[in-house]
């Protein structure tokens, strides 16, 4: 099976999952027991100049990621118009839980991902005119430590040429977590550094952007 329908073949799967799983998971405050489930949902942001790091902000009023975010492409295919890509990602941060975008005392650490992504482009011009991606948690440290959820995230072009890029998912942490808690709303400095794309593998003429 080619990468392309490898790829996409996952991606469609995990999406479903993600479409029946998050209705499926308790809320954090009907959890009750050894996890705590939150429901989030918020933007990422990416960092000028700096190809494959973003910010990550929750929606106000609503929990979610706040915080850094890096992405490392491990593969990547070009069948015009899509783009497909996979690779890994890190947050560090936290979960902002009451949407007020600070993270005092709030469950603070690290979370890997992997990812699928999915991108249509024009095929004159090799704009995005559509994307989509998902991820799941793999791993995490500090109060992220065994957690586990999925992110699903949704680009969408905007009038300006920019691309608005959305997030939502559940992210439920364990009971058994490392210590690990933000006590005001300065995050340190994130170390993410990561690696550029793989050349040989990058089949786009102009390497779209990814959510």
């Avoid at 209705?23 to 996890?35: M, N, Q, R, V, Y």
């Avoid at 941060?93 to 992504?117: E, K, M, V, W």
């Avoid at 058994?176 to 786009?204: I, K, V």
């Amino acid at each position: 099976m080619s990468l392309v329908r490898r790829t996409a073949v996952v991606a469609a799967l995990a999406l479903a999952c993600t479409t029946v799983g998050v209705g499926l998971i308790p809320s954090a405050e009907g959890a009750g027991g050894a996890a705590r489930s939150y429901r989030v949902q918020g933007i990422q942001i990416p960092v000028a100049d700096s190809p494959g790091l973003s910010t990550m902000q929750p929606d106000a009023g609503h929990a979610g990621l706040m915080g850094h975010w890096a992405t490392t492409m491990t593969a990547s295919h070009f069948s015009s118009p899509w783009y497909f890509e996979i690779g890994t990602e890190k947050f560090v941060g936290c979960l902002d839980r009451n949407g007020d975008q600070h993270c005092t005392n709030d469950p603070a650490g690290s979370i890997s991902f992997t990812y699928a992504s999915w991108v249509k482009l024009d095929p004159t011009t090799y704009a995005e005119l559509a994307g989509g991606c998902v991820h799941p948690i793999t791993a995490g440290t500090g109060a992220f430590r065994q957690a586990h959820g999925l992110l699903t995230m949704r680009d969408t072009p905007r009038a300006d040429g920019t691309i608005l890029t959305t997030y939502r998912g559940t992210v439920t942490l364990s009971a058994r977590a490392g210590a690990g808690t933000q006590p005001d709303s300065t995050l340190p400095e994130s170390s993410l550094a990561p690696a550029g794309a793989n050349a040989a593998d990058a089949a786009a003429p102009v390497h779209p952007r990814v959510c």
